[in-house]
């Protein structure tokens, strides 16, 4: 699927990800993990500015009270748009030293999915975890090196969590009460075969699209897990993307610079950047984070 692509921010990411719709603020929030920074884009004026976290920052979710809720890698934090500063929240029980947070969503209970894994993207040391209810607890599958998403659909009787090193995208059934066993949902890499599964999101037809790191695209899957659709990115390693704007008609798109050698950069000057394009299906707001 060819679409027209605009990187509507030159962010420059080394690793961009956590990208997700404002829909009370009618902005952007993206995270650079590497480099400690929260982004925010209003799309109507086109204005963007990015506020320093105290340490590597994997996502931001707009919660109750009109903060946001942020995953760091020692733990939670509460970001305050007003006064621009961040307070610290909580600690994840039982993470591991050498571990951060990575990549979250909320159900329409509020409640938080988030995962962790290994900085140094090697050990199976990462797990999946939810907060609910000022509570964390682990829920969903463990011993991953990179995880990615959750992400839940509109209905929230599905979650889909990513383990991007062994290419396969997985779903669980989900309930008001909890999260049921994960099984596989697709296997990315017999489809994209040097390419790897990033940040998951849901559609309003109950598709699936992910970012593919090392693909140059995000793709769409159907709920059988079937490849139905993908679109180009002007970037090589896509990192995740989220549906916004007032109807909930534009994708937003995250990618890295990290990996990228001079070179590489020749064939994609636009890397590290945020890009839109109109989307042939619509999104769905996510429910604000409660905190307690």
Not at 4 to 24: F, Y
Not at 86 to 97: C, M, N, Q, R, S
Not at 146 to 174: C, E, H, W
Request: hydrophobic residues 40%.
């Amino acid at each position: 699927m060819t679409l027209k692509v605009d990187r509507v921010v030159d962010a420059q990411s080394k690793l961009g990800e956590g990208v997700l719709w404002d829909a009370r603020r009618q902005v952007v929030w993206f995270v650079d993990i590497k480099r400690h920074l929260l982004w925010h884009f209003d799309p109507v004026s086109g204005s963007n500015a990015a506020a320093q976290a105290p340490g590597q920052i994997g996502w931001a979710i707009p919660a109750e009270g009109g903060k946001l809720l942020c995953g760091l890698q020692d733990g939670l934090h509460l970001f305050d748009p007003a006064t621009q500063s961040f307070e610290f929240l909580t600690k994840v029980p039982g993470e591991p030293a050498g571990n951060r947070l990575n990549d979250a969503c909320t159900d329409p209970w509020g409640r938080v999915w988030f995962g962790s894994m290994d900085d140094s993207e090697a050990q199976g040391s990462g797990r999946f975890y939810v907060f609910d209810a000022g509570e964390i607890r682990p829920a969903g599958p463990s011993g991953i090196a990179i995880t990615n998403g959750p992400a839940v659909n509109a209905q929230g009787d599905r979650i889909y969590f990513t383990d991007t090193t062994s290419q396969k995208i997985m779903v669980a059934d989900l309930t008001s009460e909890g999260v049921g066993a994960a099984r596989l949902f697709a296997d990315t890499g017999a489809l994209f075969p040097g390419a790897y599964p990033d940040g998951p999101v849901v559609d309003a037809e109950d598709h699936v699209w992910s970012g593919l790191y090392l693909g140059g695209r995000v793709a769409r899957f159907s709920p059988d897990g079937e490849l139905v659709a993908s679109v180009p990115i002007p970037a090589r390693d896509v990192t995740k993307m989220a549906f916004g704007g007032a109807d909930m008609s534009t994708a937003y798109v995250t990618s890295a610079l990290k990996n990228l050698e001079a070179a590489d950069m020749e064939h994609y000057p636009l890397a590290g950047g945020l890009y839109a394009f109109d989307a042939p299906v619509k999104g769905f707001a996510q429910a604000r984070a409660k905190l307690g």
